[in-house]
């Protein structure tokens, strides 16, 4: 069992590029969630998804729309890549959207824009 | 708004006990976490407590809450050099979707044992 797998592990981009960060899941969670990490303000949720064809915003989604085809899949799109959005971005997912579903994380991808 | 604050940095050393605490602001929130990220890896949730509890242990762990204060800690008893790594906390986030299940997280404490 993989659990959780993001792709890219890394990529550098050029501002204004577009750019989608896979998530995929192999557990049958229902509910999915981005988050951001920087240095000095740990990780702030982006976006979410409770349950496939579902999403919602989260503390910081400007710049970044995500999409809920199934229930594996997450991704994370950024349309038009900004350097503001250097950080390491983390999948994660839990069975259910109760505070005792535990939320399982990815291994993240380390975005850099220049 | 909610918000989860902690100390950037703590060091031991090896055998001692590590004590990581943790101010929260959401009275009502239901879950506390600790999850624990080792260097270039996700978060890896270490244990929680119900809001309803005082305090929880498993094995070398334990979580005290003061819901009063709203006060959460983990005591690691026995430190070793594995445990170096960020500990962060969280709090159930009300205002993104109304579930239970988003995370408002802390900045992460960093733990480093010295042998």
């Known amino acids: 069992i993989a659990g959780i797998t993001q792709a890219p592990t890394s990529q550098i981009l050029a501002a204004g590029r577009r750019m989608t960060l896979r998530c995929t899941q192999d557990?049958?969670?229902?509910?999915m969630y981005w988050y951001r990490q920087d240095l000095g303000l740990g990780l702030r949720l982006i976006h979410y998804?409770?349950?496939?064809?579902?999403?919602g915003k989260g503390e910081v989604p400007d710049g970044y729309s995500v999409s809920r085809a199934n229930t594996d899949d997450f991704p994370l799109t950024l349309a038009s890549a900004v350097p503001s959005q250097t950080s390491v971005y983390f999948c994660?997912?839990?069975?259910?959207?109760?505070?005792?579903?535990?939320?399982?994380f990815g291994p993240g991808t380390r975005l850099t824009v220049l | 708004g909610e918000d989860v604050e902690q100390s950037l940095f703590l060091s031991v050393r090896e055998g001692d006990s590590s004590v990581i605490n943790c101010t929260y602001t959401?009275?009502?929130?239901?879950?506390l976490y600790w999850y624990k990220q080792e260097p270039g890896a996700g978060l890896q949730l270490l244990t929680y407590i119900f809001s309803n509890m005082d305090m929880k242990q498993d094995q070398r762990l334990t979580v005290l809450l003061n819901k009063k204060d709203k006060h959460l800690s983990l005591r690691i008893a026995d430190t070793q050099t594995g445990d170096s790594a960020i500990y962060f906390c969280?709090?159930?986030?009300?205002?993104?979707?109304?579930?239970?299940?988003?995370?408002?997280f802390g900045k992460g404490t960093k733990l480093s044992v010295k042998p």
């Open positions: 994660a997912s839990s069975a259910g959207t109760s505070g005792s579903d535990t939320q399982y």
């Open positions: 998804s409770n349950t496939a064809g579902t999403t």
């Open positions: 959401d009275s009502s929130s239901t879950y």
């Open positions: 969280a709090e159930t986030a009300k205002n993104y979707g109304g579930s239970q299940g988003n995370l408002i």
């Open positions: 557990m049958r969670h229902n509910a």
